[in-house]
């Protein structure tokens, strides 16, 4: 992580990373769908973690 983030510690500042959500969730979300529509739910690299996201916002 420091590679991409020099500063980065244990507890980030999150509103760094704001502007990325929308779009990891998109592609986490996407790659989800691909592996399940090839019959490989749960492959690598998969993550549910964009349904964490959207509880969390409501949606």
């Known amino acids: 992580m420091r590679e991409h983030v020099p500063a980065y ?3 980030p500042d999150f509103v760094r990373f704001i502007d ?3 779009a990891a969730c998109s592609r986490a979300e996407r790659l ?3 592996a399940n529509n090839e019959n490989e739910p749960g492959r690598n690299p998969t993550t549910g973690v964009y349904r964490l996201v959207a509880s969390l916002r409501g949606d």
Request: aromatic share 0%; glycine share 12%.
């Open 9 to 11: 510690d244990k507890k």
């Open 20 to 22: 990325g959500v929308e």
């Open 32 to 34: 989800d769908l691909d």
